[in-house]
């Protein structure tokens, strides 16, 4: 019994932080009519935040490569750390690859058995300078669906712009955040 009061208090602090988030983003939102930037920065501070990230980067989609829209707590001499305006091209042997790819969530347990990185690619700096080991690329669409990551369970659910429950990700490590395309 106890097990379970403490799961549902848990999961209780977890609706209430992402209520939180999405209330914070939505008043950037109504602040900030017609800017983005202000808007992508929210959503990367709090899903950064619910994660327990250290850091985080929002990339958009720009032609055949993508510009950073979002960095928080990127540590100094990691890579992408490039002007806003700058493209970046991910080789298909990286995540980022696989992500555009399969157009699909991508998980990476242990970015240091990627061939990318045995190849010497950016992430080298990423798992190196920046200490990181785990990476979640989840894509969005300008298709009005919703990705919620269940870290609970170890998922996330993709549901369409009516709510409607369409698929499940399963076998995540501790996925976070709520992402609205």
């Excluded at 019994?1 to 977890?14: F, I, P, W, Y």
């Amino acid at each position: 019994m106890q097990e379970q009061v403490s799961a549902l208090t848990r999961e209780l602090a977890e609706a209430r932080e992402q209520q939180t988030a999405t209330s914070e983003v939505l008043q950037v939102i109504s602040s900030s009519p017609g800017e983005l930037e202000p808007v992508f920065q929210a959503m990367l501070e709090n899903a950064t935040r619910i994660c327990a990230a250290k850091f985080g980067f929002l990339w958009l989609a720009d032609g055949d490569g993508f510009r950073a829209v979002g960095l928080h707590g990127v540590p100094p001499g990691v890579p992408h750390q490039a002007p806003r305006d700058q493209i970046v091209r991910f080789g298909p042997d990286t995540p980022f690859g696989r992500m555009i790819e399969t157009k699909r969530l991508v998980h990476v347990a242990d970015i240091t058995v990627e061939p990318a990185y045995r190849n010497g690619s950016s992430l080298v700096e990423l798992a190196d300078i920046a200490r990181a080991r785990t990476l979640l690329l989840v894509p969005m669409y300008a298709n009005g669906w919703v990705y919620v990551a269940d870290r609970e369970n170890h998922r996330v659910q993709v549901f369409d712009g009516n709510g409607k429950y369409e698929t499940q990700w399963n076998n995540l490590h501790r996925p976070c955040g709520v992402n609205c395309t």
